[in-house]
C-alpha cells in the first residue's frame, strides 16, 4: 500500500519505526533523470525536517531493519570485510560519508544525508 508522506499512518508507522531505531530512507526525485538521494535516520524531528524540503510526487521509501550493516572507515581490514560478505550475482550498495546534500541539515540534526551514492553488481 502506498501512502502519501502527509498521511497519519505513515507517519505513525515511521516514527514507531525510529523509536527502535535508525531507518534508512532512500529519496527518489521525479522528472529529475533518476537522482536520488539516501538518509540514516534516527530521531523523528530529524525525519520530519527531511521531508520539508523535497518537491511533490518525491518517493520516499523508508526502511526499518538494518541497512549496510558493514559500516567504518575503509582500510584493509574492511576490505578483507566486505569481500568476505559478497556472494556472486548479489548487489551491494556502496555509501561515501563525503558528501551532503542538505549541509544544514546534517548540522542541525542526528541524520547523515548522501548525495550519489554508488552501486554496483559485485
Given at each position: 500500500?502506498?501512502?502519501?508522506?502527509?498521511?497519519?499512518?505513515?507517519?505513525?508507522?515511521?516514527?514507531?519505526?525510529?523509536?527502535?531505531?535508525?531507518?534508512?530512507?532512500?529519496?527518489?526525485?521525479?522528472?529529475?533523470?533518476?537522482?536520488?538521494?539516501?538518509?540514516?535516520?534516527?530521531?523523528?524531528?530529524?525525519?520530519?525536517?527531511?521531508?520539508?524540503?523535497?518537491?511533490?510526487?518525491?518517493?520516499?521509501?523508508?526502511?526499518?531493519?538494518?541497512?549496510?550493516?558493514?559500516?567504518?572507515?575503509?582500510?584493509?581490514?574492511?576490505?578483507?570485510?566486505?569481500?568476505?560478505?559478497?556472494?556472486?550475482?548479489?548487489?551491494?550498495l556502496?555509501?561515501?560519508?563525503?558528501?551532503?546534500l542538505?549541509?544544514?541539515?546534517?548540522?542541525?540534526?542526528?541524520?547523515?544525508?548522501?548525495?550519489?551514492?554508488?552501486?554496483?553488481t559485485?
Amino acid at each position: 500500500m502506498d501512502l502519501s508522506t502527509t498521511d497519519t499512518i505513515f507517519k505513525a508507522k515511521v516514527q514507531q519505526w525510529i523509536v527502535g531505531g535508525e531507518v534508512f530512507v532512500v529519496l527518489r526525485y521525479v522528472y529529475s533523470a533518476g537522482a536520488k538521494d539516501y538518509a540514516f535516520v534516527s530521531q523523528w524531528l530529524s525525519f520530519e525536517e527531511l521531508l520539508k524540503p523535497l518537491p511533490p510526487k518525491t518517493s520516499v521509501i523508508v526502511m526499518r531493519e538494518t541497512q549496510l550493516s558493514l559500516r567504518g572507515k575503509v582500510d584493509d581490514k574492511f576490505i578483507s570485510d566486505a569481500q568476505n560478505e559478497m556472494l556472486p550475482d548479489t548487489f551491494f550498495l556502496i555509501v561515501s560519508l563525503h558528501y551532503c546534500l542538505v549541509e544544514h541539515f546534517k548540522k542541525s540534526h542526528k541524520a547523515q544525508l548522501h548525495r550519489d551514492l554508488w552501486a554496483k553488481t559485485i
